[in-house]
């Protein structure tokens, strides 16, 4: 522990929290079902006003299991979810885990190339994916069986006026949508066979729950393994950390994508434990949004700053009254003072920053939900929670009190590693449960976490990390381009835009939309360079490594 600190965070808790949470012994699967005989009848999700309670929802995963073990899912297999926010994520979430498999989220937009890596890397043969992408799916290596959902089938018809869609536009959306590709399995099929028989073994508290990717300092992302007391776990901190919560009666808005750590854990699994009402979006889109929260409003609304600056603005501008959301959860990025300012002149309620990572389930640290909080820090550590800050070349030593230095983290929600690479565990976990989280932090004497810098040289845009080299490899292959360095440079949203900084051939003429098209081919749209320099050399290091932090350097200088 570094000197100095012992905990004195605690102190500054809301009052309620304690330092210390009983953790649950129970996996996932037990969370889900204690949540249906709790709240049976009351509304679990909402999806364009259509409503499904709990109890539907139990009755939902039973049947998906069970179609699920027919196309032979067993315990431990890992099990592809290429799905944006739908009821039929959650029942899948859950089915795969009652079968005692492993869920592996995707994100639906990921290009053919992206998602090949990942699929090759843990091994799925069964997906359940968003139709629209099912044929992409079903060309990718060792999968034998897609699952096709079709998301209209969830909305009430009368519901698509809300989308402003002309009737024929609606009607060509939905004969779209709807005509799965050859060789996959309509998701409603899958469900034709009766619920699962209880007999079937679920799955231990200790067991693989979920592998999430997660980008690296170096190479291709890295797929995080979640056990269930991992999930669990993070879910229960988040319950402790804000006693004013009403089990049972809360709306959670799911804006953020559940296949991404942050979505997973506030939405999926946080919201189905205190038996919330989840409102779901397939996209986050402003008038969706507006138009779901004049009927119900949100109470509780995790999110990142660009989403809470865009809905405030909305919001004030129409009329449209949010103060019925008393809490707000940012995380991702850095929450600029003037959204943290005009979300609470538009609600009334509080907006506090956290941190986490897809490695800690995610949430590891977050800002006191009152007065004790402190804007421009992330916070201070969840309840069973410890940090460390250390010298980043080596981590065996401590760094005093206000210097800079590496963010440890312990406690019940670090993940167990990462799937299939041991050496790169071993690097990130140290004795003592330890995680190197790669982010240079300052910690104060009374425990709040600031962050400063970041080892890793990921770039955060929109809540999505985009890893550089990545983006790197695409632009290389540009005619003309020699090398390329990709930084982000920060937005006033406290976002970060991605921008690539080119070599290029002796007369070659290389413009941003040569660029941009090359990438659209094998990156995610929010993966793409916004803008691109040319210049005559990049600064490298003396074994002629690209030195990313000065070529951003000089960006933001110059």
Known sequence: MTAGLERTWVAHYAE???????????SLVDLLDRAVASYGPRPALEFFGAEVTYTELGRR??????????????????????????????????????LGAVVVEHNPLYTATEMAHQFEDHGARVAVVWDKVAGTVAAL??????????????????????????????????SRLTAPSTGTTPWSDLLAHGRLDP???????????????????????????????????????GRAWVPGMRPGQEVVYAVLPMFHAYGLTLCLTFAMSM??????????????????????????LPAVPPIYQRLATAARDRGVDLTATRFAISGAMALPRETLEL?????????????????????????????????????????????????????????????????????????????????????????????RTGDIVVVDPDGFVSVVDRIKEVIITGGFNVMPSEVEA???????????AVVGLPKADGSEEVVAVVT??????????????RCRGDLAAYKVPRRVFVVDELPRSQIGKVLRKQVRDSLVSG
Request: with cysteine; aromatic share 6%; proline share 9%.
């Open 16 to 26: 309620g929290v304690p330092a210390e949470i009983a953790l649950p012994r129970e």
């Open 61 to 98: 995963v039973g049947l998906a299991a069970e179609g699920l073990r027919r196309l032979g899912v067993r315990a431990s297999d890992r099990v592809a979810l290429v799905l944006p926010n739908c009821p039929d994520h959650i029942v899948a979430f859950y089915a795969v885990l009652r």
């Open 141 to 174: 290596p060792g999968v034998e069986h897609v699952v096709a959902v079709d998301l209209t089938a969830s909305m009430p018809w009368t519901k698509r006026l809300a989308l402003r869609l002309p009737v024929r536009r609606a009607r060509e959306l939905r």
């Open 199 to 237: 007999a079937v073994p679920g799955p231990g508290v200790d067991d693989l729950a979920a592998i999430q990717y997660t980008s690296g300092t170096t190479g291709r992302p890295k797929g995080a393994m979640l056990s269930h007391s991992n999930l669990v776990a993070n879910a229960a901190q």
């Open 275 to 300: 038996g919330a009402r989840l409102v779901l979006f397939p996209t986050f889109d402003v008038d969706l949004v507006l138009t779901a929260a004049e009927k119900h409003p949100p109470t509780f």
């Open 343 to 435: 979300w609470e002149q538009v609600t009334g309620g509080l907006l506090v920053e956290g941190y986490g990572l897809t490695e800690t389930s995610p949430v590891a640290i977050g800002n006191p939900i009152g007065r004790e909080r402190r804007p421009g820090a992330v916070g201070v550590p969840f309840p069973s929670t410890d940090i460390r800050v250390v010298d980043p070349e080596d981590p065996t030593r401590d760094r005093p009190v206000g210097e800079r230095g590496e963010l440890l983290v312990r406690g019940p929600q670090v993940f167990g590693g990462y799937w299939g690479r041991p050496e790169e565990t071993a690097a990130a976990l140290l004795d003592g449960g330890w995680f």
């Open 474 to 484: 695409v632009v290389r292959t540009v005619p003309g381009v020699t090398d390329a």
């Open 504 to 517: 290029t051939e002796t007369g070659a003429e290389v413009d941003i939309e040569a660029v941009q098209a």
